[in-house]
């Protein structure tokens, strides 16, 4: 099973009191991985005796996505004077280095929660990043042809996170590389409706709809030989496109199938216009063969 819900573990410096010495290694190279939230106070400010207590408990709630730095300034006012600290409590977030935000004054307890998740998200989900990775491991495992590894990592991706829609379709295009169809399609059923709209699994869906059509699609050559003789045969056009796409030449079939639709865009219902949109949503919206035929039909459209 894969591990993806490992919560992170706590830091055991994830609340400290540093100083302008300090302020170096505790605040600017801590900040590099973990955003560090700095609580300028001082022991005789009444509203610091209650924004510290709520800050703590917030920054302890985040699980170690954040660290807090408390820094008394009667004590230590070298940075408190770099970053402008007029009166107390103030409050820094500090990213990479960097100051990223702040406050002045207490605030109530929901807006020091709030603050504190804002901050904890700078440098992103750790579950997201494993799913994140666990489906990037699992798409190039499908790239090499290790088919089966791909859909069983697809799979324990779903069973911890089952709306994932790059789950879902990683593992219906698994199936479609293993030639089983009907599991394909059955896998992309047995998708919750919250993702059913996806463009990810739009995409196989048309991706389902082109493997069935290659698995009747007549002999290339043949096709292409009726064609030649007889230029006008509109269905015949149209099968020699699905043999080609079938056949893994994808910018002969959108070629032929914009022929088609030069020649009689509304034959068969628009059949031409249609077959090209199943092609173009198959394929991903930067692909070069998707972008070339997109302006060639929008010319023959708008001619």
Not at 50 to 67: C, D, F, M, N, Y
């Amino acid at each position: 099973m894969l591990e993806l819900n490992a919560a992170p573990q706590a830091p055991a410096d994830l609340i400290k009191d540093a100083t302008d010495a300090s302020f170096a290694a505790d605040v600017i190279e801590a900040s590099q991985t973990v955003p560090v939230i700095v609580d300028f106070w001082a022991p005789w400010c009444g509203p610091c005796k209650t924004l510290g207590p709520a800050i703590e408990a917030a920054v302890t709630k985040a699980g170690g996505r954040v660290k807090l730095v408390k820094i008394d300034v009667d004590a230590n006012q070298a940075y408190a004077g770099q970053l402008q600290v007029q009166s107390i409590p103030t409050v820094y977030a500090f990213y990479q280095g960097r100051p990223v935000d702040g406050f002045q004054g207490a605030l109530p307890p929901s807006e020091i929660n709030a603050f504190v998740e804002k901050i904890a998200a700078l440098a992103g989900d750790p579950e997201a990043e494993g799913l994140s990775a666990a489906i990037e491991a699992a798409e190039q495992m499908l790239a090499e042809g290790a088919v089966a590894d791909a859909a069983e990592t697809f799979a324990a991706i779903l069973q911890e996170e089952p709306n994932s829609a790059p789950a879902y379709a990683g593992l219906t295009r698994s199936y479609l590389a293993l030639d089983d169809i009907d599991q394909a399609e059955a896998i992309l059923n047995g998708a919750p409706a919250e993702i059913s709209t996806d463009p990810l699994l739009e995409a196989v869906h048309a991706q389902i709809t082109l493997a069935r059509e290659a698995a009747n699609a007549g002999p290339v050559a043949e096709l292409q030989a009726v064609v030649e003789a007889d230029p006008a045969n509109h269905q015949a056009r149209l099968d020699l496109a699905i043999a080609l796409h079938a056949n893994g030449d994808v910018e002969g079939a959108v070629d032929q199938l914009l022929e088609l639709f030069r020649r009689d865009r509304e034959w068969n219902d628009g059949a031409a216009k249609a077959q090209l949109f199943k092609i173009f949503d198959a394929r991903e919206a930067k692909d070069p063969i998707v972008l070339n035929g997109r302006r060639k039909l929008s010319s023959l459209i708008f001619a």
